[in-house]
């Protein structure tokens, strides 16, 4: 009796060395993409927000909180969430440019119905959008975006606010400080991290970092410390100017996507005790803001301070930053002015989609009352 070969056996003996080879290719394929990710952007605990905001329940947040570190360090979802009920999600990172308000709001619409955004403008002072239009502030966005697809969008928007910049203010005088889009490094990520080939990996790399109380800042060694800023009241002694035709565009742009997209504002500028003229600049544009009809929040004056309990001498971080017991303060005042103020934020406390909500609330809680304990010991 012979063997009998369907037309199929045939085909295989005739292509087995072409499976061999398109087998390889596949196999090569992983292994290089899995390389390619681990010597990829570093893990940081800047972009945790980020990281957060992508684990979060489809059509689970009403609104999001968007801005540079002061945000990052300033509002606590959790807080927020305890106070009235509210979902703010955080998109905050260190020096976050201005140009990313647009497209991490697209970002945010993608899963969530967002219906309001706090928006912080200290991204918008001239010194803060020329030192954020750098190399290594977009891919700290767009590279901790999960989707990649996603962050090669943010970053094609961010080359265009770059192009923006330059128009305006010039570009740097470092070259290595200016973004060009035709380096490969922008697209092939990881040739830009070849000094880890050098210096290896450690085992954070293989490891996907913990996300913790919906984004909000937990490095104890930030978090839980104290600068007396009772000092610097002065900074606050200026008069409110006029602001520059870049920002005014800036700002024109948002303003229309806010509206074509129901999205509905509150402008803010955090508490903080920066330098005079930094401090001006910023009142500036949350006047400007005020000026064209739109809800906004100058945090820097006797009165706020008064209004958000918060004291000079023991909630502040350092001179440009809350501590974690005024950024509580703050998120809670920030969760009952929506609600007071006609923004659409619902009270979820105890319905089963917010669970990880409630979950996280206490959590924080507990982390917030032990490292406030063991740094007054």
Not at 179 to 195: A, C, Q
Request: hydrophobic share 35%; glycine share 6%; aromatic share 16%.
């Amino acid at each position: 009796m012979f063997p009998k070969f369907s037309v199929f056996h045939i085909l295989l003996m005739k292509n087995k060395g072409w499976l061999k080879v398109v087998a390889f290719l596949l196999i090569l394929t992983l292994a290089v993409g899995y390389v390619s990710t681990r010597y990829d952007y570093p893990p940081n605990h800047d972009t945790r927000s980020i990281a957060a905001f992508a684990e979060l329940k489809k059509n689970t947040v009403d609104g999001v909180a968007i801005g540079t570190s002061v945000v990052k360090y300033g509002f606590v979802p959790t807080a927020a969430y305890e106070q009235t009920g509210a979902a703010v999600g955080l998109l905050a990172t260190s020096l976050q440019p201005f140009g990313a308000t647009i497209p991490l709001l697209e970002y945010a619409k993608k899963t969530q119905n967002i219906k309001f955004a706090i928006i912080d403008i200290h991204g918008l002072r001239s010194a803060a959008v020329k030192n954020s239009v750098v190399p290594a502030k977009i891919q700290n966005l767009y590279l901790n975006i999960p989707n990649r697809l996603d962050g090669y969008k943010l970053m094609f928007s961010l080359f265009d606010y770059a192009d923006r910049v330059y128009e305006y203010y010039g570009k740097p005088e470092d070259g290595k400080s200016v973004v060009d889009k035709s380096e490969l490094y922008w697209y092939v990520p990881f040739i830009n991290f070849h000094s880890r080939w050098k210096d290896g990996l450690v085992k954070k790399d293989f490891n996907k970092p913990k996300t913790t109380y919906l984004g909000a800042y937990d490095v104890k060694s930030r978090v839980f410390a104290t600068t007396d800023c009772s000092p610097y009241f002065y900074c606050w002694d200026y008069e409110t100017t006029d602001i520059d035709d870049f920002q005014k565009n800036e700002l024109s742009l948002l303003f229309d996507f806010l509206k074509e997209n129901d999205i509905e504002p509150l402008f803010i500028n955090m508490p903080s005790f920066r330098d005079k003229k930094e401090q001006q600049e910023n009142a500036s544009l949350i006047e400007y803001c005020q000026k064209q009809g739109y809800k906004a929040i100058d945090f820097c004056t006797r009165e706020m301070l008064q209004k958000l309990s918060v004291d000079p001498k023991t909630d502040f971080l350092n001179r440009g930053h809350l501590n974690s017991r005024g950024a509580v303060k703050f998120s809670k005042y920030i969760a009952g002015y929506l609600a007071e103020n006609g923004f659409d934020a619902q009270d979820h406390r105890g319905q089963q989609d917010y669970k990880v909500w409630d979950e996280q609330a206490e959590k924080y809680n507990k982390f917030f009352k032990k490292g406030w304990k063991n740094t007054s010991k």
